[in-house]
């Protein structure tokens, strides 16, 4: 060590001071020799060398210790507070689990109110639909349309009334009576109402009944009685043939029994007298409008 160093250095320091006793280096070998009690009082009595040392060699080993137990004292000190620090790490980890928990319970809890809330809103939902339901059924249930009546020697089918005439009047006269009856000459737009209507006709010698239709406004432009243009048609082999201007439609029924519905129809002049066929909408949709 530094300090032994120290000591030797400085013993040799103050065996150099005896060796030179008699022989002081400032002193030749010409100078006056010393006495010997001068001599021994040098040396018995610490001279400021020796004092100095003494003090020196004091001050490095109070230095060494400190320095050694400063060290040592560093060097036990636990890092990061002490040996304490995983206590105090274990007690705040405690603390917070015990939060966490806390929290957990009080979460569950809510959990479990609001749950109880929610039971109680679908409890008062379902109540409300069970209320709503028989409403809904009763919308959904409409009472059903009252059903057609025609009026006497008026015939229904689907949702209108026919009329066969017994009287004859002109194709014209036939339109007005009709209209008379909230009705319209008939306009046949289907096979099927036409075979309800044939069925309807006695067979005659040559039973004709005026119904909707004319090419009197342009001829050979068949038009009903609302204006709308023929489609197709039940027209006898040969008709229309505006044979002596014929501008009115009727069907013909008679005793031969070859003749069918859906080839019954022929074009006549508007002022022959015969039979009609009369129709009018019901029920609900009906068109109130009476065609001219
Ligand atoms: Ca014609
Ligand atoms: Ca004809």
């Not at 230095?63 to 560093?74: K, N, R």
């Not at 917070?96 to 809103?121: F, G, M």
């Not at 689907?158 to 000459?185: A, H, K, M, V």
């Amino acid at each position: 060590m530094s300090t032994t160093g120290n000591s030797v250095a400085c013993e040799g320091m103050y065996s150099q001071l005896i060796d030179d006793e008699g022989h002081r280096p400032d002193v030749g070998h010409g100078a006056r020799p010393v006495s010997g009690v001068r001599l021994i009082s040098r040396v018995s009595s610490p001279g400021p060398y020796r004092l100095a040392t003494m003090c020196l060699a004091t001050l490095c080993a109070v230095l060494l210790i400190s320095i050694i137990a400063v060290t040592a004292h560093y060097k036990n000190k636990p890092q990061g507070g002490g040996e304490a620090t995983p206590e105090i790490q274990k007690q705040t980890q405690d603390a917070e689990v015990t939060a966490l928990l806390a929290n957990i319970s009080k979460l569950q809890q809510e959990k479990t109110q609001l749950q109880k809330e929610k039971d109680e809103l679908q409890t008062k939902l379902d109540a409300k639909a069970a209320t709503k339901a028989p409403k809904v059924i009763q919308s959904t249930t409409k009472a059903p349309p009252p059903p057609i009546v025609c009026p006497d020697d008026w015939h229904l089918f689907n949702n209108s009334c026919y009329f066969i005439s017994r009287n004859t009047r002109d194709w014209p006269e036939s339109q007005s009576y009709c209209q008379s009856q909230g009705g319209y000459l008939a306009m046949i737009h289907t096979a099927e109402e036409q075979t309800f209507l044939w069925n309807l006709l006695p067979r005659g010698h040559w039973n004709a009944f005026w119904f909707g239709i004319t090419d009197e406004q342009t001829e050979d432009k068949w038009v009903w009685v609302d204006k709308t243009p023929l489609v197709g048609g039940f027209w006898e082999v040969g008709e229309p043939n505006n044979h002596i201007n014929e501008d009115c439609g009727y069907i013909v029924k008679t005793r031969v029994l070859e003749r069918v519905a859906i080839r019954s129809w022929y074009d006549a002049p508007c002022s022959m007298y015969c039979r009609f066929i009369c129709e009018k909408e019901m029920g609900p949709g009906a068109s109130t409008a009476i065609p001219h």
